[in-house]
T-cell receptor
């Protein structure tokens, strides 16, 4: 079945540094991937849509210069949190559409980011 | 704008009891509907989805959901819950279009199972 691998699962970084999170589709090609953010005990909020070979589309209120998205291949999208601050601490989850499997995105296992 | 509403933030049931988690959606037409489950610190696993056709959808882990257009609902059910079903459950709605589309999630319902 369609599998999305997300790495790292947990990361702790110092305030002011940058962190990169990877999202890979392991057994299918994903033209489009989605990045979500989830605060504790809350729902998922879409941050941006990542399109292979083109610029990402950000949701309203999401700082594109802070959350850099690169979708350089059909199996890899990365989210870089630049100049991280404690308020960026959150759970980040990616998802990808497995074309042909049917509408219903496959989700990665998430990344817990803690900025200290 | 499309939306999904889960009116119950937290539900507690006894092991072996039946379960129903509520989800109401708002959309101009019949959307695509989904139920996902999330264990603590984990990503989301798709339980089932509805696109069209039979309004009673069977999913994994013994779950089913029924689409009711007149009530704009897509409630998730299980006849007998197991302790391993304790998790967070999200319904989601997406436009009835092929190709990658945005999903909008409900607020989630946390399910606790009493032994």
């Amino acid at each position: 079945g369609a599998v999305v691998s997300q790495h790292p699962s947990r990361v702790i970084c110092k305030s002011g540094t940058s962190v990169k999170i990877e999202c890979r589709s392991l057994d299918f090609q994903a033209t489009t991937m989605f990045w979500y953010r989830q605060f504790p005990k809350q729902s998922l909020m879409l941050m941006a849509t990542s399109n292979e070979g083109s610029k990402a589309t950000y949701e309203q209120g999401v700082e594109k210069d802070k959350f850099l998205i690169n979708h350089a291949s059909l199996t890899l999208s990365t989210l870089t949190v630049t100049s991280a601050h404690p308020e960026d601490s959150s759970f980040y989850i990616c998802s990808a559409e497995a074309t042909g499997v049917g509408y219903g995105y496959t989700f990665g296992s998430g990344t817990r980011l803690t900025v200290v | 704008a499309q939306s999904a509403t889960q009116p119950d933030i937290h539900i507690t049931v006894s092991e072996g009891a039946s379960l129903e988690l509520r989800c109401n959606y708002s959309y101009g037409a019949t959307p695509y509907l989904f139920w996902y489950v999330q264990s603590p610190g984990q990503g989301l696993q798709l339980l089932l989805k509805y696109f069209s056709g039979d309004t009673l959808v069977q999913g994994i882990k013994g779950f089913e959901a029924e689409f009711k257009r007149s009530q704009s609902s897509f409630n998730l059910r299980k006849p007998s819950v197991h302790w391993s079903d304790a998790a967070e459950y999200f319904c989601a709605v997406g436009p009835p279009l092929q190709g990658a589309q945005k999903l909008v999630f409900g607020q989630g319902t946390r399910l606790t199972i009493n032994p």
